[in-house]
RNA sequence: GUGGGCGUAGCUCAACUGGUAGAGCGCUUGACUGUGGCUCAAGUCGUUGGGGGUUCAAGUCCCCUCGCUCACCCCA
């Protein structure tokens, strides 16, 4: 075995590729029910895009990005996530809002493979750009979980408001000292997320660490009079909405551009990697890139993952197959073509095999059926028409068969 | 970046406390020169991931390395 895929990477063979373009295929149509369009960007950009937009100081650019100058000196990266492209895009060609948007691909990070994570991953994303509204964040999440409902995945909801820059800076000042406070009570992870990231100690689960979580000063309970009028109204319009949710206070983004409502979907039954939808509101992301200000609200949901909790197995049809005995190639290319008109799979044997083997990779094709084409035969105009799977066959002429294939 | 588990035939896996590598599936051929599957017969199957060490002897023990995998960090 002299190549190996890349770590992280995986190929998808025949039957695992017609699940996932099964899968695709639901989505595309749920999203599109609700007015969603495609919108597709280049796998890389210029590296700058993604340092502005998910943060200097993120795990994603400080170590994961898959960073390479061209031929010209440019530096370019391997998109990490789908939305700073799709809003340079907006930008660019501009797109006139509000508009929904969605796009399908692979993003690239270099991290440790685990289940449910590779280095190449594909998401689906929606954006739905040029509504401030709660309303609009209601329809993300909804659609979220519609998406779950649909495919009967068992999961939770998880949802939290981490306010705007005016509110949010403050709070984390908060608790920062708070945690500072009881520095030495707690866990290494966490002493380091201080600093880092203090939010991530709401996700603890080191036993020392418990106690300080009720005590600790939640986001929510600081946010400025507008946010938090957003959020409780989104909170009232899930209620409306009959969609279940659990409020997380710990609940954060990994990228920088996220304002107000976060949300996951989680399923614990998939271990260490277990968010299968996660978005937010971003509204401050689409000025930051030079466009006029611009409210937004997405998310983006890891198919690879969700795949794992989706085995479904999509039968492919039986192709027909057509044997030759004695190189009687151009009677079989024509019934072939014939077939082909009538929308049938049918693959030609091999006039240098014989029969047996011919009909060997039939059996291996697991086709339906076989059309014996042999001299004997031909001479009163017929084809031999066998059932590969009751075995039976008998004779028929070309116009016979076709009509009893179709 | 850190930690755990695992690498034996194309695939799934055996090989007791070290004793010179095996089974099933698959594949090829034949029984059936114009008939697949089922059956039977024969054949094909290996630098035991790689390198080094200990030993009379290493798939087995030790060290290094590579790969896969799970988890942490972090994230879809």
Redesign the pocket.
């Known amino acids: 075995m002299r190549y ?5 990477t ?1 190929d998808l063979l025949p039957e695992e590729a017609s699940t996932w373009r099964w899968f695709e295929t639901e989505i595309r149509q749920i999203l599109e029910l609700y007015g969603y369009q495609e919108i597709r960007t280049p796998v890389f950009e210029n590296t700058e895009l993604f340092i502005r937009s998910i943060g200097e100081t ?3 650019v400080e170590k ?1 990005m898959y960073t390479f100058k061209d031929k010209g000196g440019r530096s370019l990266t391997l998109r990490p ?1 789908g939305t700073a492209p799709v809003m340079r895009a907006l930008i660019e060609n501009n797109l006139k809002t509000p508009i929904r948007l969605y796009y399908y691909g692979g ?1 690239y ?1 270099r ?8 280095r190449e ?1 594909f ?1 689906i994303g929606i954006e739905y750009v040029g509504n401030p509204s709660p309303f609009a964040d209601r329809e993300v999440i909804e659609i979220g979980h519609r998406i779950v409902t649909h495919f009967k995945i068992d999961c939770q909801l998880l949802i939290n408001s981490i306010g705007c820059p005016d509110c949010r800076r403050p709070y984390y000042s908060r608790l920062n000292t708070f945690l500072e406070k009881h520095r030495d009570d707690l866990c290494p ?1 966490c002493r ?2 201080i600093i ?2 203090p939010m ?1 100690f709401f ?3 080191e036993e020392r660490c418990q106690p300080f979580k009720r005590e600790a000063p939640k986001i929510i309970e600081h946010l400025c009079s507008a946010c938090s009028e957003h959020y409780h109204k989104l909170k009232g319009y899930l209620e409306k909405s009959a969609i279940p949710y659990t409020e997380h206070p710990g609940l ?4 920088d551009y996220y304002t107000r409502t976060v949300f ?1 979907f989680v399923v614990p039954e ?10 937010g509101r971003y509204d401050l992301l689409i000025e930051l890139f030079g466009g006029n200000p611009t409210p937004a609200v997405g998310f ?3 198919i ?2 969700t795949l794992l909790l989706i085995k479904k197995r999509i039968e492919p049809p039986r192709p027909i197959f057509i044997a030759q ?2 190189g009687l190639y151009q009677e079989a290319r024509s019934l072939q073509l014939e077939l082909h008109g009538k929308g049938k799979t049918v693959i030609l044997g091999d006039p240098e095999m ?4 011919q ?2 990779q ?3 094709l697991n ?1 339906g059926w ?1 059309i ?1 084409i ?4 031909l001479k009163k105009g017929k084809y ?1 028409l ?6 039976e ?1 008998r004779e028929y002429t070309g116009k016979e068969i076709i009509a009893r294939l179709t």
């Open positions: 190996h895929r890349v770590k992280g995986k993120t795990d994603i994961e996530e993003m990070r991290e440790r493979p685990q289940k449910g994570r590779l991953f998401q992870d380091r997320r880092k990231n991530r996700d603890c689960k954060a983004r990994g990228l996951e998939l271990g260490g990697q277990n968010t299968i939808i996660g978005g983006a949901l890891g690879d993952r005995i004695g014989s029969l047996k083997k009909l060997r039939a059996d291996r086709c076989a014996m042999g001299s004997e035969e031999i066998r059932d590969m799977v009751s075995g066959q």
